[in-house]
């Protein structure tokens, strides 16, 4: 005789098996390749290993942080697995994780509340890098699934573009770096169309710092490369991933300043955004220190300090101006006050 307290036991047991394997296997279906983050498979440069494994744990990391969300039966599940990511990627997972939440509230039958619960919880500590993922979920879903954009901050919305113009940099080099192609509708209000190219090319500019694999000399190239009316949002671009990333050496850091010329304040402003980026959510790590200092003069917490002083106060009307009038009051305050 089978008392109907085991069975029920029994059958939730079983229950909950199926159930972690069909995660499991959407977990596989979903998930991107591991062999699309090799720079062999990207065709990017080696500069030398140390570098290869650097860029190629990163992308690891967002596939890490993509996977656990899918395999997550919600998104504060997820968040040990997130949190035990070393700390000087984590950051990265929390941007694929962003990504995931995305995708999976746009699929059928979704209730929508993946990202908001992601950013409600630890993943709140990461707005830059997963307002960077939703960017990768828009450039792999159908126009009509897009993420609305309504409930997002109005002043970092525009990293989501950020993110949007990195995936295409990223998986479509030779369209996006080497032929310098530029959308002309993009997915963003139409109003805002002319300030949101900008926005991605600063996410394509962080995407040379991955196509370049870290060589200054080559990241410059490719930058010099595209009209000058662009470069500054690029170098921008480079900035930010030369800080958050890392994979250069003092010398090298140097000369990336020195390379970016008239370009230099937009520079400076990238690299504070990632200072920021990684002190908000307690990740900074020794090559964020080095670069804010070479970059900036600074110390991460007092590049980051610049970003949040001069930030646009809650009352401030927030548009594509404000943004961009933010950027520039930090790229001025960092050539003025920096010791670099």
């Known amino acids: 005789m089978v008392f109907p307290h085991r069975l029920v036991g029994t059958q939730t047991r079983g229950y909950r098996t199926v159930t972690a394997g069909l995660r499991a296997l959407r977990r596989r279906i979903l998930t991107p390749a591991l062999s699309s983050t090799s720079l062999d498979v990207r065709g990017f440069r080696k500069k030398n290993p140390t570098s290869q494994q ?13 996977g656990r969300i899918v395999e997550a039966p919600d998104a504060r599940a997820a968040e040990p697995r997130l949190e035990a990511v070393p700390r000087e990627f984590r950051g990265f997972a929390y941007e694929g994780a962003a990504m995931a939440c995305s995708i999976m509230d746009a699929l059928p039958g979704s209730k929508g509340q993946r990202l908001s619960g992601l950013l409600a919880g630890r993943g709140g500590a990461h707005t830059y890098m997963a307002y960077v993922g939703i960017g990768w979920a828009m450039a792999r879903l159908p126009r009509l699934l ?14 989501i573009l950020d993110g949007y113009g990195f995936h295409q940099a990223y998986f479509r080099t030779a369209r996006y770096v080497h032929g310098q192609h530029r959308e002309q509708k993009l997915p963003w209000p139409q109003h805002q169309a002319s300030y949101a190219q900008r926005a991605v090319d600063q996410g394509i500019g962080r995407a040379l710092w991955f196509v ?3 060589d200054v000399d080559a990241v410059v190239t490719l930058a010099e490369a595209f009209p000058p009316a662009r470069r500054g949002d690029l170098y921008s671009g480079v900035g ?3 800080t958050y990333a890392g994979g250069a050496g003092a010398d090298e850091l140097l000369r990336l300043r020195d390379s970016a010329g008239v370009y230099r304040p937009q520079l400076l402003q990238g690299s504070a955004f990632a200072a920021e980026a990684r002190e908000q959510a307690g990740l900074t790590v020794p090559h964020t220190q080095l670069a804010t200092e070479v970059l900036c003069g600074m110390k991460p917490h007092e590049a980051a300090g610049v970003c949040r002083e001069l930030r646009p106060g809650a009352s401030d009307r927030v548009d594509a101006a404000t943004y961009e009038t933010w950027r520039q009051h930090i790229a001025g305050a960092l050539v003025s006050e920096g010791r670099s």
């Open 146 to 159: 897009h993420p609305g954009i309504e409930k997002t901050d109005p002043l970092l919305r525009w990293l």
């Open 54 to 66: 650097l860029l190629e744990t990163v992308g690891r990391s967002f596939l890490e942080g993509y």
């Open 240 to 242: 930010l991933a030369a």
């Open 212 to 214: 370049g694999g870290t």
